[in-house]
């Protein structure tokens, strides 16, 4: 009995140690992993070589470079139109005319009005011519005392009488002549011609209406536009931080909203020098307008068609690139590993499983990648994303890499 109850002393006190050690175990292991060093998740890519094309893209319309508005230069009524609207013309052609009747009876006045000068100024130069050689004979007889000085200085006046009222007559053809020819050019512009070769792209009106001249306050009738469609144009505008990058010469594909599935090739051929004025005022920003010249387009473009471009600034191939998402802007620290007020933009480099700040020099931007000309070699393997966990990484901070779904590999 004794034996017994020695057994199961013997058993209970293995039990109670076996406790104590499992207890000592768990607190140690639980203790081990509450003071292990947390990481963060991130997505890691390894630097590699990237073609890279740096756009500017902007919206506007279709323009012809050569467009023509015919506006009324005198008033009246319209009497005969020679053109249909989309017909093509040459220079000269005949366009349209408005009522001449008062212009013509004008002409006719003035010519009148010469004819009667003229006559009068046969009159004063006989008249003249009389005077004078009166006047001559007086002076003779005036040297041989045969008459008073009062009777030569009476032939005197006259004949300089005579001489003004022929000059008098003179100035007046001159008036009427120039009134001649202003009413002449009023008439001719009765008769409207095609001044280029093109297209009547725009016919306001009809026979019958009447053409008004533009005022201070109000602009005369456009009668018509004829448009040069040989070559067409984009007019976009680009917002003032870009503006800064693009140049003449600089290539543009452009996509028209009327032809979605084609892209016109064209170049930078005009860059605005003042911003464009608005009609509202507000404090966003100011855009230039930029003028595109499109390399053969095609026969159904049209003005005033809506359209877009990308204007391609820059292109690099074989160059070292990253992700934009990588680049992370912090405090520049000084030798004294404080922080200072200037800021460094650079990239996380992963190794061993910890990152590092590494400063680089950006080139140009792509659509999703960035040139890096200093700062990284190829291979290196940096954080990308997210968002989130790049804004609370430090030097030396323990990583867990995150595998990329599939869709993002894709794309």
Known sequence: MSEKKSFFKKRKKAIIIFGVIAFIAILIIFNLQSQREKSVKVTVEKVAKENLTSIISASGE?????????SAHVPGRI???GVEEGQRVKTNDFLLKLDSVQYEAMANRDRALISSYRAELIRADA??????????????????????EEQLEAAQAQSDISKAQHQAIVFQIDQAQASLESTLDTLSKTVYNSPIDGIITSLRVEEGEIAMIGTMNNPGTILMTIADLSVMEVEV???????????????????VDALPDQTIRGQVTEIGSSALQKTTVSE??????????LENPPDSLKPGLSASADIITAEKKDVLAVPISALVL?????EENKNSDEQEEGVYIVENSRVKFFPVEKG???????????????????VVGPYSALRQLKDDMLIKQEEKEAGEEES
Not at 127 to 148: A, G, H, N, P
Not at 244 to 252: D, F, L, N, P, T
Request: net charge negative.
């Open 62 to 70: 279709v323009m012809p470079k050569k467009s023509v508005n015919i």
């Open 79 to 81: 009497i005969k139109i």
């Open 127 to 148: 008249t003249l011519k009389k005077d004078e050689r009166f006047y001559e004979r007086q002076k003779k007889l005036f040297k041989e005392k045969l008459i008073s």
């Open 237 to 255: 505008e680009v917002d003032e931080t870009d503006v800064i990058g693009v140049e003449i010469g600089h290539r543009a594909e452009v996509r």
């Open 284 to 293: 966003e920003s100011k855009d230039f307008k930029v003028v595109i010249t």
């Open 330 to 334: 912090r405090e520049k620290k000084d």
């Open 364 to 382: 140009i931007m792509g659509e999703m990648m960035i040139e890096i000309i200093s700062g990284l070699e190829e291979g290196q393997e940096i």
